[in-house]
């Protein structure tokens, strides 16, 4: 890679670090860039879920005062998320290289619908606990547990949007608040990201370089998004994740 190369997957891996500890879809900054410079599909996906796993630390302990009193639920998730994540990067390993690049776009795709969605589902949640319709203190039970499994199986494979999928799920059948929900979000996200990253190392091709320059801003970013995030536009970033989706669809589809 170039100088040039290297800032803009330095910049990107911050941008992807603050917009994963604040709402997810991190990886659709990173992973067109990732292609932007020359990286194959999969090697670019492995590389950047390697890189963003620091970048999840940082954002879980940014959160760490939230997690006060969650330490049951973030074993039975985090149990969960970690059978998940192992899955879902394993079938990027024995799934060929041409399901991956068919794949790929499709998700992105959803990963963008639900980035639009998230807001709705949002005031959705509100409605329903100020109608009372949501049950008193609960894990969501067993279907809530199987959804967090299956957004580690997605997680561990790809993990565009895998934060706004947990924090719609949790967000509609847990009591406690947006910012503890975000921060188990991050917990979860980190646990995927982080046994699918120990698994590439053994078993893929990554691009190290890469891998370190989206490392670095991503831990910066994750940093700087547990810190001061919440004063982030939401409108803006979500703008932001889907232009540079849609970017990455198109290359996809043209390449």
């Not at 973030?74 to 394993?90: E, F």
């Amino acid at each position: 890679m170039t100088l040039w190369e290297m800032t803009a997957v330095l910049l990107a891996g911050v941008a992807a670090g603050t917009i994963n500890t604040i709402v997810g879809s991190g990886t659709l900054i990173t992973f067109p860039v990732l292609l932007a410079v020359g990286l194959p599909p999969v090697t670019a996906n492995v590389s950047n879920a390697l890189g963003l796993a620091p970048g999840s630390l940082a954002g879980a302990i940014g959160y760490r005062a939230e997690l006060a009193g969650q330490r049951h639920r973030l074993i039975r998730y985090g149990t969960a998320s970690l059978i998940g994540g192992l899955t879902g990067a394993a079938l990027l390993i024995v799934l060929p290289n041409s399901a991956f690049d068919a794949i790929v776009p499709v998700l992105i795709l959803t990963a963008l619908v639900l980035v639009v969605l998230q807001p709705r589902v949002a005031r959705a949640m509100a409605a329903r606990r100020a109608a009372g319709t949501l049950p008193p203190a609960t894990d969501g039970g067993w279907p809530l547990l199987l959804c967090i499994g299956l957004t580690g199986v997605y997680g561990g494979y790809f993990g565009a949007a895998q934060g706004v999928l947990l924090l719609a799920l949790m967000g509609m059948l847990l009591p406690e608040g947006l910012q503890t929900i975000n921060g188990i979000k991050n917990v979860l996200a980190l646990i995927v990201n982080g046994v699918a990253a120990v698994f590439f190392v053994f078993t893929s091709t990554i691009d190290w370089t890469a891998a370190l320059l989206i490392a670095v801003g991503a831990t910066l970013g994750g940093v700087f998004g547990a810190k001061v995030g919440r004063r982030l536009p939401p409108l803006a970033l979500r703008a932001l994740i889907v232009v540079v989706g849609l970017v990455a669809v198109t290359k996809l589809l043209l390449s």
